[in-house]
């Protein structure tokens, strides 16, 4: 049974730092997808970032460039999320999914709440 658990949310205040992770089990992500999306209340689910499991390559929004960075850990079977310069709007609820390559995003996460203050 595949498992995505994501941790590391919290509150904190604008321009500090975050790091989400997100632990998967359940089968191989060597070949998989796997992204970070976020969504706030009253707005649709976006994407963060994403990253090829095998070869890195990451994507990320025009709004989290520069600030965000996303790595993976294949040892430890984690993804993370390292968030800088927190602004209020990133305020959302956070998720982790895997993708098999085909960008449709087959498995999700619980999400984690992080709340950004001014």
């Known amino acids: 049974q595949v498992q995505l658990v994501e941790s590391g949310g919290g509150l904190v205040q604008a321009g500090g730092s975050l790091r989400l992770s997100c632990a998967a089990s359940?089968?191989?992500?060597?070949?998989?997808?796997m992204g970070w999306f976020r969504q706030a209340p009253g707005k649709e689910r976006e994407i963060v970032a994403r990253?090829?499991?095998?070869?890195?390559?990451?994507y990320y929004a025009d709004s989290v460039k520069g600030r965000f960075t996303i790595s993976r850990d294949n040892a430890k079977n984690t993804v993370y999320l390292q968030m800088n310069s927190l602004k209020p709007e990133d305020t959302a609820v956070y998720y982790c999914?895997?993708?098999?390559?085909?960008?449709?995003?087959?498995?999700w996460g619980q999400g984690t709440q992080v709340t950004v203050f001014s």
């Open positions: 990253i090829r499991w095998s070869i890195g390559n990451p």
């Open positions: 359940g089968r191989t992500f060597s070949s998989y997808i």
């Open positions: 999914a895997a993708s098999p390559g085909t960008y449709k995003y087959d498995y």
